[in-house]
């Protein structure tokens, strides 16, 4: 058996201004610090021991990463960061407040762009550029369904932490709500128009033991 740790990281100055954040890179809150120390003293009592760890390319990750293997002692575990675990991309209503935008696109509406599988919020009118994506010749969506997140998501899964799976590796991942819901969506089964109950608050370990071929056998959240 090996163990799978998602998490999502800590409390972002986006969440706590209740905005849609997806590929700005906001940094985390004070209480977000905490919430990842407090993940790491966590995990430190499971005594697991993490053999990598996998972030995506937003500094809200990455720190909270950082953080919990500081408390662990675990500095010197390799960290990978790869843009395929970004949040999805939230389009023309990345910056946007979440009420605002309830009360100019509707309220179901909004929900369907947030949990509905297919559903794709409106689009920028041009693509972004940042120096971290144009090095690596990665194009910054004009905006993600669920779907999309979980298609370029994926191929890092099956690339880059199964096969250390497999091996017997533990694997840490540190991610957002969206790529995190998309990545249980995948391992649990779960039905597209059942992803409103795949809940992931900030900071909370989720433990997974999976067996030879990567089926959950046990599922904690710490």
């Excluded at 849609?20 to 940094?27: N, V």
């Excluded at 017997?168 to 391992?187: D, M, P, W």
Aim: positive net charge; glycine residues 6%.
């Amino acid at each position: 058996m090996v163990k799978l740790i998602l998490m999502r990281h800590g409390e972002s100055t986006a969440n706590m201004q209740n905005t849609f954040t997806g590929w700005t890179d906001a940094p985390l809150t004070h209480k977000g610090q905490r919430q990842a120390y407090e993940a790491g003293l966590t995990l430190k009592q499971t005594a697991i021991q993490i053999d990598d760890v996998h972030t995506s390319m937003l500094k809200r990750t990455i720190m909270t990463a950082l953080i919990v293997c500081d408390v662990l002692n675990i500095n010197w575990v390799p960290i990978f960061k790869t843009w395929r675990l970004n949040e999805r991309h939230y389009g023309a209503l990345a910056g946007l407040d979440k009420d605002a935008a309830r009360q100019q696109y509707g309220r179901k509406q909004v929900e369907r762009w947030r949990r509905g599988f297919m559903d794709v919020p409106p689009t920028l009118i041009k693509q972004e550029h940042q120096q971290a994506y144009d090095r690596i010749g990665v194009a910054i969506p004009l905006a993600e369904s669920l779907a999309m997140t979980q298609q370029r998501l994926l191929p890092y899964w099956h690339t880059s932490i199964a096969p250390k799976l497999q091996l017997g590796r533990n694997e840490f991942i540190v991610a957002h709500g969206s790529s995190l819901r998309v990545l249980i969506k995948y391992l649990e089964h779960v039905p597209d128009d059942e992803l409103e109950q795949i809940k992931i608050p900030n900071g909370k370990p989720i433990i997974y033991t999976l067996d030879e071929q990567l089926r959950v056998v046990d599922k904690q959240i710490l």
